[in-house]
Structure formats: C-alpha cells, structure tokens
C-alpha cells in the first residue's frame, strides 16, 4: 500500500473516533441536563372521613437544562376517595424549584377503616426527558370517628309512684367508621330520690344495632306529672354521646286526710243548733279540690244538716285547711233527752271520687228538767190538832 492511502486510512480513522465521543459526550449530557427531584411534605397527615387534606409537592430542577414536569398519581386510588395534583403540569428553570399541591378527598365513613394508614404514590415526568421521571409517597392516616342514633318505640310512659317504668331503646352504630363500645348514662332534674337501673356496656360495629332496656322508677312520694329524662349512648372516645328525650308521667294518686277541730261530739238542747269544725289534709302527690256533702242517710228524721261550704278548692301537696262551723246540727223541738244523732260529712277527691274520708259528729239531746206539780182539788183544808190531812198531787215533766 502506498504512504498516500495509509494516511488517508489514518485520517478517516480519526474522525470516526472523534465522531463517536461526540455521541458519548452528548449522551451525558442530556442526562445531567434533565435531572430533578420530587418530594411529598408532610409524608403522612391524618384525617376524617370526608375532609379534605392537602399536601405539598416541591419539583427541584436539577439539570442544566429548564424543563416541564408532569405529574399525576400512580397509586389505586380507595374507593370513594378522590387525589389530584394541581396544577398538574409545572415549568420550572435550572437549578430553580417549585410547588405543586396534592389534593387528597377522603371517602365518607363507609370507604374508610378507622386506625389505619392509606399509602399513595405520586409520579413526576420530565417533558425533556421521556426516561427521566421520579415518583414520591405518602400516606393518609384515617382517623376514628363514633356515632349512634337511638330510637325508641314508645318516648313515654305512665307509671304510678314506686312503680317502674322501663323503656326499649334501639342503639345503632350508624356514625362509627370502628367499633365501639358504648356505655350508657342519663340526666334529669327533679329526680333526686328516684332509681334507675341502666344497662351494661355494649361493643358495635359500623352500622350495627342492638335494643337496650332503660328502667326509671320515681319515688314513692314523687309528685305527679310529666319528667324528662335524656338517655346518653357514650362512645370510648370519651367525648362522643348521642342522646334521645324519654319522658315519665307520675300518675296522680288522691288522697285526703280529714281531722276534727274542737270536739266532734256536743250536747245539744231540742230544737237548738250545735256546731262542728273540721280540717281537711291533701294527703295526694298532686293539687287537687275536695267536694263535701252530708251523708244523708245519717240524719235521723226531724233532725237537720247542713253545710256552710260545699268545696275545698285547689289545696296543694301537703296542704291543710280548717273549716271552722262548718256543719251546722239542729235537734227537732220534740227530740227525746239522751238521743244521739250520728251525722257524716263525706269529704271526696274531684279527682277520684272514690277517694274520701268521713268526718262524724256525734249530737245527744240534754235532758231537760222542767217538772210541774200541782195539787188536786182543794188546796187549802182546815184540820184540828193532831188529825192528818191529805192533799193529792200531780207531778208533770213538761
């Protein structure tokens, strides 16, 4: 071979290598000039179902070169639950960075498991470099929450005092994500003295129920009418408790005590009039009005009752009141001496009619002494001394 073509060999030679790290060089290149890194901030927050949580996502440009980056999530997305990156697609320079937001939508109770950790993974893809794309996680941590509901059929009941009045409620979990165990309490106002027996301690799953029994029972003096009681369903957060509005009616239970003032027994002259007091108690758990009345079958015949006041109105719990000469008694004018005249005022309940007492007087006629005698015939006779005279008399009780 001539010394012409081996330097022509020599120099062809030379530009092929020259020209391959030429391509070396430039593939480097372009690696180092699309370089970046992508991080998630916070990695983890915790929520409730529904809220939504926002995450910040920062893109370093690392390369020498600007670019755009897209991004998007690369994770299965829960059920119920919405993530988006917004905005999604970012232009950042050299060296430079910048921040995106992660929007993350927690699903409603049921897409959620109270206690645990949903993990997601997002991706950040180089425009000017198809191969160049880094990812970034995090998690959400799904937060407990409690709830019930509570129904009841019946919300009130009517009971007497020292009886029992028990209720059925149903309890449901309808508010939960977890289970929970419920423990129950009430209040009310005016219920010192009552009892109530409440139940145990219940464990629920989301969305599941169960009936509890809840007995109140009022004192044996509790007063009548209307009591309301708020039955608490309390989960073990210890600060969650749903409640329903029971109420008891105390039924009202008449009762009456009546009293002599004075004496309950008086002598009496024929044809005069005597005179009785008495007092009447509310012995009852409510006000009531007490109607009077003379039993007449207790007047013996010629004789005569009456009453001054027909109605005791509106006495309280525990109240009293004298009826001064109330009864009035009047003896007929032929009334034998020593007759006694039994006579009842009935005292009745307006309530209860069949609730009464009796107040009993007790009148006896006065012997009255009022004897006539008169002699019979003449009354003046002339005698000698030492003979007897005999008058006749006649003696007459008038």
């Not at 999530?73 to 917004?86: A, C, D, K, N, R």
């Not at 079958?297 to 525990?318: C, I, K, Q, R, T």
Request: with cysteine.
């Amino acid at each position: 071979m001539s010394l012409n073509q081996t330097n022509w060999l020599a120099i062809a030679l030379t530009f092929v290598l020259a020209g391959l790290f030429f391509v070396l060089i430039s593939g480097s290149a372009a690696a180092v000039d699309y370089d970046h890194v992508v991080a998630v901030t916070p990695s983890q927050q915790s929520g409730d179902p529904e809220d939504t949580l926002t995450f910040s996502v920062t893109i370093d440009n690392e390369g020498t070169s600007d670019d755009t980056y897209n991004l998007g999530i690369s994770s299965t997305v829960p059920t119920g639950w919405e993530m988006y990156i917004l905005p999604s697609q970012i232009s950042i320079g050299d060296d430079k960075s910048d921040t995106v937001t992660l929007y993350v939508e927690i699903g409603n109770r049921t897409n959620t498991a109270g206690g645990k950790a949903e993990n997601f993974l997002i991706y950040c893809q180089s425009v000017g470099e198809a191969n160049n794309n880094e990812t970034a996680s995090g998690s959400v941590f799904q937060n407990k929450v409690y709830g019930t509901s509570l129904t009841s059929e019946t919300t009130q009941i009517s009971v007497d005092p020292n009886n029992a009045a028990t209720f059925s409620v149903t309890v449901k979990s309808d508010k939960a994500n977890t289970d929970d165990t419920i423990t129950f309490s009430q209040t009310s106002t005016g219920t010192d003295d009552w009892s109530f027996t409440l139940p145990g301690s219940v464990t629920l799953d989301p969305d599941e129920s169960t009936t509890v029994s809840f007995s109140v029972t009022p004192d044996i003096e509790a007063l009548a009418g209307l009591k309301s009681i708020n039955f608490f369903a309390n989960s073990e957060d210890g600060t969650t408790s749903y409640s329903i509005s029971l109420t008891v009616r105390v039924n009202q239970l008449p009762e009456l005590e009546v009293s002599k003032v004075g004496s309950s027994a008086q002598d009496i002259e024929a044809g005069k009039r005597a005179y009785y007091s008495f007092e009447v108690i509310n012995k009852g758990n409510a006000v009531d009005s007490f109607d009077l009345s003379v039993a007449s079958d207790s007047v013996p015949v010629g004789w005569e009752a009456s009453l001054d006041n027909d109605e005791v109105s509106s006495l309280g719990v525990g109240q009293s009141i004298n009826l001064t000469d109330v009864l009035v008694v009047k003896a007929p004018t032929d009334a034998a001496a020593d007759v006694v005249a039994t006579i009842l005022v009935k005292v009745s309940s307006q309530e209860n009619s069949s609730v009464y007492k009796n107040f009993t007087s007790r009148s006896t006629v006065l012997q009255n002494y009022d004897p006539k005698i008169t002699i019979v015939g003449q009354d003046t006779q002339s005698a000698n001394p030492d003979v007897e005279v005999t008058y006749n008399l006649k003696v007459e009780n008038q």
